[in-house]
């Protein structure tokens, strides 16, 4: 595979996602407005911080008049979740020079991950697996600029009832089930699941962090996955 | 309304840390000994993540457990077994969404 066919297969890979992403960043636009902040302000918030849910709570800390320390502390707990991510990705990403790995990780949200997840599972060696990473992160990047400024400057227009932030949680269906092939994998699924259902009123996604540490530990506990020790 | 530029430094914080998040472990690959179960974790990594992003997103409405008549958690529901038994994602997303809004559309 070159590069660029690895760069579109990520891209590929993330596009369903942009269904559901498009109305979640027009609306943190308009969210961001109505908080007080101005259009530089909520547009910067996206390319520096580049995290869905962690801006929305910031832009709702800022409208209370939150102070600084509790916005900082409330994004940082709110990603947390993707040092795992990290965890997962760095052996595929080992051979690249620093600043490769320095832009995937400013890239490496939820949905680029997911997206990359199965292709760097299936091919951990595969020289160009971080070409994926970066097509389906740059993707998302775009899309996440844009409509955060669409959102700035006509609100969220497209209509709620639509239902479209459900393409997420269908995308991560689709990715997710063809993952679970032994008994360990689902024992890991499902206490994920129970587990972040049950902890979802938790503040600050500190319940999908113990979520996926407890699916971890039933993982392990559950067996040797094939290829586990394959570094 | 504060100048953007106010708010730049706390913007810039922000990022920091969401960045340092990211990059810890890609940062550390090959400059430590990870210990033998963190090792074997990794690779549920991505299906421990998809599951406990996703099932709230089916089964919570507005933070509250919801089964009876609740679209999105059937919907989710007939994409699960989609996936199981075409495994092409595309079939997947659609058949769901085609449930989720023919179910708006009943209900």
């Known amino acids: 595979m070159t590069p660029v066919a690895a760069f579109f297969v990520g891209v590929r890979a993330l596009l369903p996602m942009l269904v559901g992403v498009t109305p979640f960043g027009m609306l943190y636009g308009a969210v961001a407005l109505q908080a007080g902040l101005s259009p530089l302000a909520a547009m910067l918030m996206s390319s520096l911080v580049f995290a869905g849910s962690a801006q929305f709570v910031m832009a709702q800390l800022i409208a209370t008049s939150a102070p600084a320390l509790l916005v900082f502390g409330a994004a940082t707990l709110i990603n947390l979740r993707h040092a795992l991510y990290s965890a997962s990705v760095a052996p595929a990403l080992k051979h690249l020079a620093p600043p490769w790995k320095a832009l995937l990780a400013y890239l490496l949200t939820d949905e680029a991950f997911a997206a990359a997840a199965s292709h760097l599972l299936a091919e951990p060696r595969s020289p160009h697996a971080h070409w994926i990473l970066f097509g389906a992160g740059a993707a998302l990047w775009l899309c996440w600029q844009l409509a955060t400024l669409a959102g700035i400057l006509i609100g969220p227009a497209l209509p709620e009832d639509l239902g479209l932030d459900f393409a997420l949680p269908l995308t991560f269906i689709s990715i997710l089930v063809p993952l679970i092939d032994d008994r360990a994998r689902l024992a890991a699924a499902l206490t994920a699941a129970a587990l972040a259902v049950a902890l979802a009123w938790l503040p600050y996604n500190a319940g999908l962090v113990i979520a996926m540490l407890g699916g971890l530990m039933v993982g392990v506990l559950g067996g040797v996955p094939r290829g586990g020790s394959a570094r | ?107």
């Open chain 2, 1 to 107: 309304m504060k100048d953007a530029w106010q708010w730049l430094p706390l913007w810039l914080v922000c990022g920091l840390a969401t960045f340092l998040a990211r990059y810890s472990f890609i940062a550390l690959e090959g400059r430590y000994k990870p210990p033998s179960w963190f090792v074997k974790a990794l690779p549920f990594v991505p299906i421990v993540a998809l599951s406990a992003l996703t099932a709230p997103e089916l089964l919570l409405v507005e933070g509250h457990l919801q089964i009876a008549g609740n679209a999105k958690l059937y919907a989710g529901a007939i994409a699960v077994a989609l996936a199981l038994i075409w495994r092409n994602a595309l079939l997947t997303i659609l058949g769901g969404f085609s449930v989720f809004w023919l179910l708006r559309l009943l209900g």
